[in-house]
Nanobody, 111 residues
Framework: QVQLVESGGGLVQAGGSLRLSCAAS????????MGWYRQAPGKQREWVAF???????NYADSVKGRFTASRDNAKNTVYLQMNSLKPEDTAVYYC?????WGQGTQVTVSS
Protein backbone atom coordinates (compact mmCIF):
# COMPACT_ATOMS: atom_id res chain seq x y z
CA GLN A 1 0.00 0.00 0.00
CA VAL A 2 1.32 3.42 -0.94
CA GLN A 3 2.04 5.84 1.89
CA LEU A 4 3.00 9.51 1.70
CA VAL A 5 5.39 11.16 4.16
CA GLU A 6 6.03 14.91 4.07
CA SER A 7 9.07 16.66 5.52
CA GLY A 8 10.91 19.97 5.32
CA GLY A 9 8.57 22.29 7.15
CA GLY A 10 9.74 24.75 9.76
CA LEU A 11 9.87 28.33 10.94
CA VAL A 12 11.15 30.95 8.52
CA GLN A 13 11.07 34.74 8.32
CA ALA A 14 9.02 36.49 5.68
CA GLY A 15 10.91 36.54 2.41
CA GLY A 16 12.67 33.29 3.19
CA SER A 17 12.52 29.90 1.52
CA LEU A 18 11.74 26.30 2.38
CA ARG A 19 11.67 23.10 0.37
CA LEU A 20 9.09 20.50 1.24
CA SER A 21 9.47 16.86 0.29
CA CYS A 22 6.87 14.14 -0.05
CA ALA A 23 8.24 10.62 -0.19
CA ALA A 24 5.98 7.87 -1.47
CA SER A 25 6.39 4.20 -0.82
CA UNK A 26 5.46 1.90 -3.65
CA UNK A 27 7.04 1.07 -6.96
CA UNK A 28 4.47 2.73 -9.25
CA UNK A 29 4.89 6.28 -7.97
CA UNK A 30 5.88 7.53 -11.41
CA UNK A 31 2.37 7.06 -12.82
CA UNK A 32 0.67 9.23 -10.20
CA UNK A 33 -0.16 12.88 -10.48
CA MET A 34 0.58 14.56 -7.16
CA GLY A 35 -0.96 17.54 -5.46
CA TRP A 36 0.11 19.87 -2.69
CA TYR A 37 -2.50 21.34 -0.36
CA ARG A 38 -2.38 23.47 2.77
CA GLN A 39 -4.61 24.20 5.71
CA ALA A 40 -4.24 27.26 7.87
CA PRO A 41 -5.75 27.42 11.38
CA GLY A 42 -9.49 27.95 11.22
CA LYS A 43 -9.56 27.66 7.43
CA GLN A 44 -10.48 24.98 4.93
CA ARG A 45 -7.81 22.95 3.22
CA GLU A 46 -6.89 24.57 -0.09
CA TRP A 47 -5.13 23.37 -3.19
CA VAL A 48 -1.65 24.82 -3.77
CA ALA A 49 0.03 23.02 -6.65
CA PHE A 50 -0.21 20.03 -8.95
CA UNK A 51 2.35 18.03 -10.91
CA UNK A 52 1.61 15.38 -13.52
CA UNK A 53 3.65 12.21 -14.01
CA UNK A 54 5.44 13.95 -16.86
CA UNK A 55 6.26 17.02 -14.78
CA UNK A 56 3.63 19.49 -15.99
CA UNK A 57 2.72 21.83 -13.15
CA ASN A 58 -0.10 24.15 -12.18
CA TYR A 59 -0.39 26.53 -9.24
CA ALA A 60 -2.93 28.43 -7.23
CA ASP A 61 -2.86 32.14 -8.00
CA SER A 62 -1.77 32.89 -4.44
CA VAL A 63 1.54 31.04 -4.90
CA LYS A 64 2.18 31.40 -8.63
CA GLY A 65 5.65 32.74 -9.30
CA ARG A 66 6.85 31.92 -5.76
CA PHE A 67 6.34 28.15 -5.43
CA THR A 68 7.70 25.45 -7.71
CA ALA A 69 6.66 21.80 -7.71
CA SER A 70 9.01 19.14 -9.02
CA ARG A 71 9.45 15.41 -8.81
CA ASP A 72 12.15 12.78 -8.89
CA ASN A 73 10.50 9.54 -9.94
CA ALA A 74 13.68 7.57 -9.28
CA LYS A 75 13.43 8.63 -5.63
CA ASN A 76 9.63 8.37 -5.44
CA THR A 77 9.61 11.94 -4.19
CA VAL A 78 7.89 15.19 -5.05
CA TYR A 79 9.08 18.58 -3.88
CA LEU A 80 7.62 21.99 -3.28
CA GLN A 81 10.16 24.79 -3.40
CA MET A 82 8.68 27.80 -1.64
CA ASN A 83 10.36 31.18 -2.10
CA SER A 84 9.44 34.71 -1.02
CA LEU A 85 7.35 33.27 1.78
CA LYS A 86 4.68 35.44 3.38
CA PRO A 87 3.01 35.17 6.79
CA GLU A 88 -0.19 34.14 5.01
CA ASP A 89 1.61 31.03 3.75
CA THR A 90 1.60 29.72 7.32
CA ALA A 91 -0.23 26.39 7.28
CA VAL A 92 0.12 22.65 7.49
CA TYR A 93 1.14 21.43 4.04
CA TYR A 94 0.01 18.06 2.70
CA CYS A 95 0.79 16.03 -0.38
CA UNK A 96 -2.01 14.07 -1.97
CA UNK A 97 -2.74 11.54 -4.67
CA UNK A 98 -5.89 9.57 -5.30
CA UNK A 99 -7.42 8.95 -1.89
CA UNK A 100 -4.08 9.20 -0.06
CA TRP A 101 -2.89 12.05 2.14
CA GLY A 102 0.34 12.47 4.00
CA GLN A 103 0.45 13.43 7.67
CA GLY A 104 1.35 17.03 6.87
CA THR A 105 4.28 19.28 7.72
CA GLN A 106 3.98 22.62 9.50
CA VAL A 107 5.21 25.78 7.79
CA THR A 108 5.30 28.94 9.87
CA VAL A 109 6.31 32.28 8.38
CA SER A 110 7.03 35.08 10.80
CA SER A 111 6.63 38.73 9.88
Amino acid sequence: QVQLVESGGGLVQAGGSLRLSCAASGSIFSIYAMGWYRQAPGKQREWVAFITPGGTTNYADSVKGRFTASRDNAKNTVYLQMNSLKPEDTAVYYCHTGDLWGQGTQVTVSS
